[in-house]
């Protein structure tokens, strides 16, 4: 499944989900003559027994079939951490980054059987500045769905959606862009259905740097119903694409939305004007059966027990997600932190050759590719990274800049270890810090999170809200020890309850605990000496998910009846309120 919702009603699509051939290759090597393995795609190599802790390249294959001649549009959700794709043979793709999707588009592809390879490759080599030996693991493998369509030579590539409160009334405001009118191609018209209103967009002049042409339009959108934690209702907005003088859409591409305000002041949120508390986990995309290929099953069980906890907010830490994720919550009403990926990256990695294009291209994918979720508050650039430095600061700028502009709705944040010396807190609208009182620091977590609001203030961040984007500490899973001992459960347990109640009662506008589930790390680079069993267990379920002693106490602190409690909608699944 590549979407909670159908993406087309007029493009023929197909997921290529399945059992893929599968050869490693060693680190030169072209295309294999033989493939000796099979393996599930969307999958990782990890899974399998003879790769559990390959790093390398490996080629995955089948074959596919085209059911008529034309143009073949591949959609990849996500190939970690490279990807190269081969058709009939022919290198047809380059993509970099394990969490963003891509595209390959293939002109004039005949009807019947082709040959389909993509070479993976999870190495840690200078070229990759973003994967690096981490606290997570860089899986191999292709993660995530890929999906095969026939289009016509003029296409939807994508949709993008904001809604605007304007005196009480919403308004949608609505971007489309269309593949294939460079040149002297046919024109082509754009016709959106959003909650019953159809519109049709305005053409922009010219196409834009990627031979893109964009379609704009706003319009009022009477009778909606607010999407809000309590009540997260969703809308179709359909884009159907006409050949100049057709009466019928040559092609379609959907996104589901909701309608809803966002705004941060010193107070903290206010959704639909509505002031709202973040309480909630960071969570990676890892589990030890599965690796970082996480199928819809186990993240809505994820969903249901940061629900369970008494969660209202996840941060995608430290990458963007599967669409998947981010389209559960916004049908569950969790709030979602989404941020590029970068975790850990001190000056010297952060000023490395192609860290400054790699990390724009991350963003650029980020923000265009995510944009239409309601569940997002707030957009995360470099978690813990050169924020004390000013040689670092043409780079929060750049990506800072390029969220604005693709996304002008949202605010923006970085979660920062600097304290004190952090010098880019002007450039956001959120301020947070990651402080680990009673774990890395002996410090008193009230005085502490009293301190750190000292510290945003000084930074000129009076008017901003601040965030506690992790707070934790070790357990071990098992690990029981009735004095609490640095490691056991109890401590864990202990550190959290004085962590939140600390969050709630200097009154900051939200916490991220830190984190979830257990997740694996790097082997290499020393974390596998700094994390014992190879893992960062500040997890209140292991990865298995089976609950520590922290899970009931968070738990209990966490459902708190002061807090508003969802009650289920008892709307049909699957859903838009409204056909367009
Ligand atoms: C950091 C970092 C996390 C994780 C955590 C820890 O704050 O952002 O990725 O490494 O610390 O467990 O120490």
């Not at 860089?138 to 605007?164: D, M, N, Q």
């Not at 690990?479 to 490691?487: L, P």
Request: aromatic letters at 10%; one cysteine or more; a negative charge.
């Amino acid at each position: 499944m590549l979407r909670l919702f159908d993406l087309h009603q007029v493009r023929p699509l197909v997921e290529l989900e399945g059992l893929w051939d599968f050869e490693p290759l060693a680190d030169e090597a072209g295309l294999p003559r033989r493939y000796r393995f099979k393996l599930a795609v969307p999958g990782t190599w990890e899974s399998h027994p003879a790769f559990a802790t390959y790093r390398g390249r490996g080629a995955y294959r089948r074959l596919v079939t085209v059911p008529e001649d034309g143009t073949v549009r591949l959609y990849f959700y996500g190939v970690s951490h490279t990807a190269d794709v081969y058709w009939d043979g022919q290198h047809v793709g380059h993509h970099y980054d394990a969490h963003t999707g891509f595209p390959v588009v293939l002109p004039a592809v005949g009807k019947g059987q082709h040959e389909l390879i993509v070479i993976a490759d999870n190495r840690f080599t200078e070229q990759s500045t973003l994967h690096i030996p981490n606290d997570y693991y860089t899986y191999g493998g292709i993660t995530r769905p890929i999906s095969l369509a026939t289009v016509p030579k003029t296409f939807l590539e994508s949709v993008r959606f904001t809604a605007v409160e304007n005196g009480g009334r919403w308004e949608a405001e609505v971007a489309a862009a269309v593949q294939g009118l460079g040149g002297d191609a046919v024109d082509a018209r754009v016709v959106v259905s959003l909650a019953g209103e159809r519109t049709e967009l305005t053409s922009d002049p010219g196409p834009d740097e990627h031979q893109l042409r964009w379609y704009r339009g706003r319009f009022p959108c009477p009778g909606i119903k607010p999407w809000s934690p309590a009540d997260p209702v969703l809308y179709l907005l359909s884009a159907e694409l006409f050949e100049f003088g057709g009466i019928r859409p040559v092609d379609d591409l959907r996104e589901r939305v909701g309608f809803r305000t966002v705004e941060w002041d010193r107070e903290g949120l206010r959704i639909n004007g509505e002031p709202t508390r973040v309480e909630g986990f960071n969570r990676h995309e890892d589990h030890p059966a599965v690796g970082s290929a996480v199928p819809l099953s186990l993240m809505i069980r994820d969903l249901e027990l940061l629900r369970d906890l008494g969660a209202n907010a996840v941060r995608t830490s430290h990458y963007p997600n599967d669409e998947r994720f981010l389209d559960a919550c916004d049908e569950l009403g969790i709030l979602v932190w989404e941020e590029h990926h970068a975790r850990g990256l001190d000056l010297e990695r952060m000023l490395r050759p192609g860290f400054r294009e790699q990390i724009a291209k991350a963003t650029r994918e980020m923000v265009s590719q995510h944009q239409t979720h309601p569940a997002i508050i707030v957009w995360g650039v470099f978690n813990e990274c050169a924020s004390d430095q000013e040689a670092a600061r043409p780079l929060y700028r750049q990506c800072i800049g390029i969220i604005r502009s693709l996304d002008p709705s949202r605010s923006v944040t970085y979660a920062s270890h600097r304290r004190d010396r952090d010098r880019f807190l002007d450039l956001v609208d959120v301020i947070a810090f990651n402080l680990y009182p009673g774990w890395y620091t002996d410090e008193d977590p009230a005085d502490l999170f009293r301190t750190a609001r000292r510290w945003a203030d000084a930074a000129g961040g009076e008017s901003k809200p601040l965030i506690i984007s992790e707070m934790g500490a070790d357990g071990f899973y098992g690990v029981r020890q009735a004095d609490g001992g640095y490691g056991s459960e109890e401590r864990q347990a202990e550190v959290l309850a004085a962590d939140i109640k600390a969050a709630r009662s200097v009154g900051v506008a939200g916490f991220f605990v830190w984190q979830f589930a257990d997740c694996r790390v790097s082997a290499e680079d020393g974390w596998g000496l700094r994390r014992p069993t190879g893992q960062n267990v500040k997890g209140v379920v292991d990865g298995y998910r089976r609950p520590k002693a922290a899970y009931r106490v968070v738990r209990s602190l966490l459902s708190d009846p002061s807090r508003q409690v969802r009650e289920p909608s008892g709307r049909p699944s699957g859903t838009e309120v409204q056909p367009g």
